[in-house]
């Protein structure tokens, strides 16, 4: 029984450990807090802001209870197996290591998240797709991944909202702008930043052709204020036009849409999902302040990219991961050579695999 007694407090260092790290005492304030908020007769006033509170609340109770739930048992364990260490009971030893090892499969299933301790881990994320080299066949490959990021997003629970889209001229799109909201949803998308290639028989080659397109997947954090971001009203051009998003005959006809330049930078950015121009320059703008404090990273370590990583061309020799759909059927990242034969489950939005795989080689 001592060795499993051993076993035991080894494992709640463990997670006191992870405790710490993930900075639990702290998310525990953070839930008194959002409860005082939510307790106020005003609360539901600013319903936009009330939904984030309460979608926060959720989130970070469903975490802590967890990780204070997995503590609880062990304790308990622990209690037992001391209680019987005389005993000499071997049907008890065999339950205790029973139990032993489901709380260790389960801690080792939530450390996980000691991967996702990075600053801007838990921010919600914007993601962009944009399509490369390939024509019409990169603009339907960006429209497959749109379609797989989302429902991988759906599993997590996360909502998806369409800041900005550009169409096709014959299939697919030519780009489109998400925000993701969710905890740890830049934290895990950040893993997808990079050029995805597609090797299939194109659907638009009559001769039913081989072809390789290219999409670029650029990951950000949502970003309220920063204070290494600095934005001067003077140095931006904000143009307005009507929008093309969905909404209803209103949005169709008033000048809703936003494009805003930075024009020191040149950073352009769009939005014309959103029923009103302020709400949509409102969004405009928080993709802007993430775009910038992107490229101040970049300047103050050019060999790292910690948030959005280099820019690359979306093109041959830069891709991060290959779907091969012909002559064989294969998803492999270049950067961690985690493979799945599977194609069809991958484009379906099962990357959980991929995302683990990357986060594990950047922790090492």
């Not at 006033?45 to 802590?64: I, M, N, T, Y």
């Not at 993709?287 to 280099?310: D, P, S, V």
Request: with cysteine; net charge negative.
């Amino acid at each position: 029984m001592k060795e499993i007694i051993d076993k035991l407090v080894d494992l709640r260092e463990k997670i006191a450990r992870t405790w710490r790290i993930l900075k639990l005492d702290q998310v525990r304030e953070t839930i008194k807090l959002l409860e005082l908020d939510m307790s106020k007769p005003d609360f539901w006033q600013d319903p936009d802001s009330a939904k984030v509170k309460a979608r926060d609340h959720d989130e970070l109770k469903k975490e802590l209870n967890r990780w204070t739930g997995i503590a609880r048992e062990v304790d308990d364990t622990l209690e037992l197996a001391s209680a019987s260490d005389h005993e000499g009971d071997q049907s008890m030893k065999a339950d205790i290591m029973a139990r032993f090892n489901e709380l260790h499969d389960q801690f080792q299933s939530l450390e996980f998240y000691i991967m996702l301790s990075g600053k801007y881990d838990s921010y919600d994320a914007i993601v962009a797709i944009h399509a490369g080299t390939g024509g019409v066949d990169a603009q339907d490959w960006a429209s497959m991944l749109l379609r797989m990021y989302i429902r991988f997003c759906e599993r997590q629970g996360w909502t998806v909202k369409t800041i900005d889209k550009s169409m096709g001229n014959e299939a697919g799109i030519k780009s489109v702008t998400l925000e993701v909201a969710g905890r740890y949803a830049y934290g895990y998308l950040k893993a997808e930043a990079g050029v995805h290639r597609l090797v299939r028989i194109s659907p638009y080659d009559a001769e039913k052709m081989r072809h390789t397109s290219f999409a670029l997947v650029e990951v950000l954090p949502v970003l309220e204020e920063v204070s290494e971001v600095k934005i001067d009203d003077k140095e931006l051009r904000i143009e307005t036009s009507t929008s093309s998003g969905h909404g209803g005959q209103s949005v169709n006809t008033t000048y809703s849409a936003i494009r805003i330049v930075h024009i020191p930078t040149g950073i352009t950015v769009s939005c014309q999902n959103e029923r009103s121009q302020q709400q949509n320059k409102e969004t405009a703008m928080k993709i802007l302040r993430a775009k910038l404090h992107a490229r101040f990273l970049e300047e103050q370590q050019k060999e790292k990219r910690e948030l959005r990583g280099a820019y690359q061309e979306a093109a041959w020799g830069n891709q991060v991961r290959s779907y091969v759909l012909q002559p064989y059927k294969m998803v492999k990242d270049h950067r961690t050579k985690h493979e799945v034969q599977d194609v069809d489950r991958v484009l379906d939005g099962d990357i959980q695999g991929f995302i683990e795989a990357y986060l594990r080689v950047q922790k090492k």
